[in-house]
Each structure stands twice: as C-alpha cells, then as structure tokens.
C-alpha cells in the first residue's frame, strides 16, 4: 500500500541512423520507429475533483481535529505532571513522619 508505484519504462527505441554518402541518389528512408503503446491507468486509482468549498472545509476540519488533538495531549501531560507532583510531596511528607517516629523512641 505505501510502496511506491513507478510507471512502466518506455519501450520506444529510436530508429538507427546510417551514414549517408554523396553517391547515393535515392532518399534514405528511416524505418519507422515502434510507437509506444498507451497504456490505461488502474482501476483503483481515482481522482478525487473537490470544489472549492470543499477544499476550504476540508483545512477547517483539519485544524480543528489538530486542535482537540493537541488540547488533549496537552491535558494529559499536565495531569501526569501534577500526579508526579503529587506523590513527590507525599513521599517527602511520609520520609520526614518516619525519621521523627523513629528519633522519638
């Protein structure tokens, strides 16, 4: 699916050229070169024409889901912050109960 898909190569080979020389009188005649055949593009390839208004809605609503996206992540690294934060404070305030629990006996 994400490969990508390269044209066939052209088949047409030039006509070979001879030398001409003064002494010949009769025109040279090249023989004609093999005409490339067409080919018809697959039938999975669509083209999608999208009017102008379209186009425009289709930006809106591409910001507007970058947007949410980014509010959301955003929210959820600041509340893994505050939650680091958090225990942070509580494994400080439960350090210093059991250094004076363990000084008073």
Do not use: I, N, W
């Amino acid at each position: 699916m994400f490969t990508p898909k390269y044209p066939p190569p052209d088949t047409a080979t030039a006509p070979p050229t001879a030398p001409q020389t003064l002494s010949d009188t009769a025109p040279v005649v090249p023989a004609p070169a093999a005409t490339p055949t067409l080919q018809t593009p697959a039938a999975s390839r669509t083209t999608v024409h999208l009017p102008p208004g379209a186009v425009v809605g289709v930006a809106a609503g591409g910001t507007a889901v970058v947007l949410v996206l980014g509010a959301v992540l955003v929210s959820m690294l600041l509340a893994v912050a505050v939650t680091a934060a958090s225990v942070a404070v509580c494994a400080v305030v439960l350090r210093t109960l059991l250094a004076q629990s363990g000084k008073e006996r």
